[in-house]
C-alpha cells in the first residue's frame, strides 16, 4: 500500500475492561492498524476506560488480561499511552507520583501508562485520527 | 478545525456530562475551536434553577453561563428533546441556540465527539 | 462473506461506527444523520440490529464478523436472505481501512 494511504491514529477508549467491549474492540483494531502499517500515535483513557491501566486486576486465568494484553501489546509497538488524570484519580488509579503527593497507601497504574491531563487529548487531536471505542451501553 | 462535542445522557445520574463538558473547555483553553449539543436526555444539563447540592453534586449552571467566555462558540440544544423534557425556553439558562441535529447540521463540524 | 478493499468506495464522507441496538436512543440519532456518502459500521451489540440499520440507512452498511459470529449470526449463502439484504461481514483489516479512507469518523 502507498505510504499516501497511511495514517496515524490516536485511539480513545472510555469503556472500561470487563464492563464492556471497548478494550477488546480497540485492541483488536490496534494490532490490525499496526499489521498493516499505520502508525498510532497515542493510547489515551478517559472515563472508565482508565481502568485498562490497573496493575492490580486479577481475572480468571480462563480469561483475557486486558490490562496485561493492552500493556504488552503498547510496549512492544513503543506506543505512549495515557490516563486521564481526572479520570484516574477520581476512580483510585494513581501512579507513584500521585501517591506521595496524596499520601495515599499504594499506587496502582501498571506500566507503560502515565497520568496526564485532557491537554494530551487535544494535542493528539491536531495531529492525528482519533477513534473512539466507548461502552455499548 | 471545529469540533462538536454531544452530551446526551441526563445529569446528576450519569457522569458522561461532566466529561464532555470537561472536553469541550479543554479544547477551548488550547484555542481549539469547539461547540456544544445537548441532545437527548442531556437537555436536562440546560435547565435553570438546578440545586444540587443535597446529592453532593456541584452544579454546571455557571461553567455553562461563562462558556462563551471560556471560548466555546456555541451552546445548541436539540429543539424535539427540549419539547419532550418540557424545557421552554423560559426554562432554559441563557445562551442555548435551539436546534435540529439533522445530517446538515452535523456536517458543520470536523469532528463529533462523544465522552463516553 | 469478507469485502475486499476493491468493493469499499474510493472516498467515504464520514464512517459512523455504531456498537449500540436499534433501541438505543444514539442508534436513532446515528441514523438521522446518514447521508449516501457515508458508511455504517456495525460493531459488538449493534449487529444485532444489522437487518433493521440496513433497511434504514440511505448508505451502505458493514458489520464486524467477529461480533456477529459471537451472537449467532452466521454469514449465509442463502438466496433468500441475500434479496432481503444481507449485512455484509467484515474483518478488523476492513475497519483499519475503512477509518484510513473515511473524512471523519463517528463512534456514537
Known sequence: MADIFLKTYTLVITGAPYSSQAPQTALDFARAAVTAGHQIDRVFLYGDGVHIASALACPPSDEPHWPKLWSEFLTEHQIPAVACVASALRRGLVDSGEQQRYELPAYNVRAPFEIAGLGEWVEAGTCSKVIYFHSGA | MTTLIVIDQAPYGSWSGREGLDMAFSLAAFDQSCALLFSGAGVNWLRAGQQPDGLGQKSVAQNLGAAAIFGVEALYADTRACQRYALADDALIAGITLITPDQAFMTGFENVTFAG | ?108
Not at chain 3, 468493493?7 to 459512523?16: E, S, V
Not at chain 3, 459488538?44 to 440511505?58: F, H, M, Q, R
Not at chain 3, 475497519?95 to 471523519?104: D, E, K, Y
Open chain 3, 1 to 108: 462473506m469478507s469485502q475486499s478493499v476493491a468493493d469499499l468506495p474510493a472516498q467515504i464522507y464520514t464512517l459512523h461506527i455504531l456498537n449500540k441496538t436499534a433501541e438505543h436512543p444514539r442508534a436513532a440519532q446515528c441514523l438521522a444523520t446518514l447521508a449516501a456518502a457515508d458508511i455504517v459500521l456495525l460493531i459488538e451489540n449493534a449487529v444485532l440490529s444489522a437487518p433493521e440499520v440496513t433497511t434504514a440507512a440511505p448508505c451502505p452498511v458493514f458489520m464486524l464478523a467477529a461480533d456477529a459470529r459471537a451472537r449467532g449470526l452466521t454469514a449465509t449463502a442463502d438466496v433468500s436472505t441475500e434479496a432481503a439484504g444481507v449485512t455484509p461481514q467484515i474483518g478488523y483489516e476492513q475497519m483499519v481501512q475503512l477509518s484510513a479512507l473515511a473524512t471523519r469518523i463517528i463512534s456514537w
